[in-house]
């Protein structure tokens, strides 16, 4: 079975840094392309950072530069650094796996930028 | 950059109604189009893919349709389960990977 269980969140004071985490199991991370999407509370969807599976990265023009997306393949596991963290970085952050659509999702984590 | 817009905002159906929710691309996405359902509290869930193909577990009365623009995503008799917010997601040109804005379905 497929599972991802996102951690790291918590409150953090603009232009902080966190680094969040997301194990997974049930397949390897090192062969799936992998995702970062967020949620601001009452919002929808954004897509934050993408991994590919040959390693090469993307990211939302409104991270660019301050996030920066990586694995570990002997922990299989998918990490999010967020540096120099606004007040419009609050929100849900789930992992998922990426085949084009999003077919499994971590439960998310929460991140809150605030003073 | 594909912009993806849904419509209505948000939609009042009685239960065992049947609800659609329509999804609109700025340009031709074929039928790289996905939807997600997402409970208060919840992760979302992937329901169809491929514009009309559902996912593993998902029940038969929902269905999609369309293909280039313009798609549906129709749930024919609305159960108490079934009232969330609703995503499309197209994946035919990316990154990014672009987002309607979600469609509420309420209860009537």
């Known amino acids: 079975e497929v599972q991802l269980v996102e951690s790291g969140g918590g409150l953090i004071q603009p232009g902080g840094s966190l680094r969040l985490s997301c194990a997974a199991s049930g397949f390897t991370v090192s062969r799936s392309h992998m995702t970062w999407v967020r949620q601001a509370p009452g919002k929808g969807l954004e897509w934050v950072s993408l991994?590919?599976?040959?390693?090469?990265?993307h990211y939302a023009d409104s991270v660019k530069g301050r996030f920066t997306i990586s694995r570990d393949n002997s922990k299989n596991t998918l990490y999010l650094q967020m540096n120099s963290l606004r007040a419009e970085d609050t929100a849900v952050y789930y992992c998922a796996r990426n085949v084009n659509y999003f077919d499994s999702w971590g439960q998310g984590t929460l991140v809150t930028v605030s003073s | 950059e594909i912009v993806m817009t849904q419509s209505p905002a948000t939609l009042s159906v009685s239960p065992g109604e049947r609800a659609t929710l329509s999804c609109r691309a700025s340009?031709?996405?074929?039928?790289?189009l996905a939807w997600y359902q997402q409970k208060p509290g919840q992760a979302p869930r992937l329901l169809i893919y491929g514009a009309y193909a559902r996912a593993t577990g998902i029940p038969a009365r929902f269905s999609g349709s369309g293909s280039g623009t313009e798609f549906t995503l129709t749930i024919s008799s609305l159960q108490s389960e079934d009232f969330a917010v609703y995503y499309c997601?197209?994946?035919?040109?990316?990154?990014?990977?672009?987002f309607g804005q979600g469609t509420k379905v309420e209860i009537k």
């Open positions: 997601q197209q994946y035919h040109n990316w990154p990014p990977l672009a």
């Open positions: 991994i590919y599976s040959g390693g090469s990265t």
């Open positions: 340009q031709s996405v074929s039928n790289n």
